[in-house]
Structures are given as C-alpha cells and as structure tokens.
T-cell receptor, first 114, second 114 residues
Framework: DTAVSQTPKYLVTQMGNDKSIKCEQNLGHDTMYWYKQDSKKFLKIMFSYNNKELIINETVPNRFSPKSPDKAHLNLHINSLELGDSAVYFC?????????????FGEGSRLTVL | AQSVTQLGSHVSVSEGALVLLRCNYSSSVPPYLFWYVQYPNQGLQLLLKYTSAATLVKGINGFEAEFKKSETSFHLTKPSAHMSDAAEYFCAVSGAGTASKLTFGTGTRLQVTL
C-alpha cells in the first residue's frame, strides 16, 4: 500500500500542451509538497500546502498551478508546457512544519516535453 | 536562509571500504540537517537526521553522520560499503517552523565497485 502515490509516472507531450499530475498520500499528514528535479538531479521546492492552505510558493512561473482539494491530495497543473519544464516532479508529504524532519516522497512523475 | 554544499558530485569506493560523503551547511538559524538517499527511478528516502539532539546521528543501513558546528559540517559515513549502497545521496537543511522548507544539496552519486 503506497504511502505517497503519483500519477502518471511518465508523461510525454508536445510544447504548448497542458498537463496535470496528481498526488495522494495515505499517511494522515497535513503538509504536502511539490519538488522539481532537473536532469542534473538538482531538487528544488516549488510549492507546499498545509491542510489545504498554500504556505510555500517559490519563484515558479504562473503556468504552474497547484491545487489541494483536501489534505490528502495535491495536484499540479501545468499550462503551455515548455521544453525547460522537462524534469521529474516529486510529490512529498510530512507532518506540519517538518516536525519529525522527514519528508515522504512519491516515486516521481517524469515529464518530457518535445 | 539556509543552504548546503556537497563536495564531490561523484564518489567511487570499493566494496568493504569506508564511505565518506561530505556536506557543509550555511544557516542563519540553528539548523536541522538531513541525509536522503535516492535509488534509481525512485523517490528520496530519509537516511538520518539531526535536530539539535545528539551530534552523532545513526541512521538506516549502517550510515551515520556527525554534526560539527565549528566546521559547519554534517558528513555522512559508513564503515564498510556494500554494492547495494550505490545510489544518489542528498544532504538537506531546514529551519524550524511551520513554513520551513527543506533545501537540498546538489547530490553525490556513490558508486561501489568490486
């Protein structure tokens, strides 16, 4: 029973298209995150939600729009995809404020923009 | 603001040899420090964490790290490498607080040879 699950695992799409990635966690955590990992393995936080409220919003193009319908779900919608959006997107969850210091990661969604 | 620097993007050791992965941090507040491991095509998994308790921290799979404030370091070690240790290792830092975020280093790829 996967703790943090993301779908789809792979997306291949053309520039200019819109795509969504979904994330669900069954750990009962209040806080969820989206991270982007580029081709050099560099991980950068994009967004964080605590109990459906946006608490971290890094400098990310507004083509990226997160949405948290409830505290167990955090989706990421990307409009007008660009080549530079190609990356692996990781969803993660934690107790509030990193109380235990541990993020639980999904397996990632590899986005390829052609 | 917090940041971490991982020295060496690629480390190669023989099976049975000592593993030493270096991490130095910068933080304007007392830091929480972490090591995560990423196996191929998987999400990140917490190895160990320092959250202001004991300076020598033991983690899973025989890894440990020592927090040295005077050197602003949090190096990861393992006395004897195993083939299964081959992976990407990330050092990360955060501060306390609900809106805290985990900032990752650029990662060190550990290769274990026979």
């Amino acid at each position: 029973d996967t703790a943090v699950s993301q779908t789809p695992k792979y997306l291949v799409t053309q520039m200019g298209n819109d795509k969504s990635i979904k994330c669900e966690q069954n750990l009962g955590h209040d806080t969820m995150y989206w991270y982007k990992q580029d081709s050099k393995k560099f991980l950068k936080i994009m967004f964080s939600y605590n109990n459906k409220e946006l608490i971290i919003n890094e400098t990310v193009p507004n083509r990226f729009s997160p949405k948290s319908p409830d505290k167990a779900h955090l989706n990421l919608h990307i409009n007008s995809l660009e080549l530079g959006d190609s990356a692996v997107y990781f969803c993660a969850s934690s107790r509030p404020g990193l109380a235990t210091g541990e993020l639980f990661f999904g397996e990632g969604s590899r986005l390829t923009v052609l | 603001a917090q940041s971490v620097t991982q020295l060496g993007s690629h480390v190669s050791v023989s099976e049975g040899a000592l593993v030493l992965l270096r991490c130095n941090y910068s933080s304007s507040v007392p830091p929480y420090l972490f090591w995560y491991v990423q196996y191929p095509n998987q999400g990140l998994q917490l190895l160990l964490k320092y959250t202001s308790a004991a300076t020598l921290v033991k983690g899973i799979n025989g890894f440990e790290a020592e927090f040295k404030k005077s050197e602003t370091s949090f190096h990861l070690t393992k006395p004897s490498a195993h083939m299964s240790d081959a992976a990407e290792y990330f050092c990360a830092v955060s501060g306390a607080g609900t809106a805290s975020k985990l900032t990752f280093g650029t990662g060190t790829r550990l290769q274990v040879t026979l």
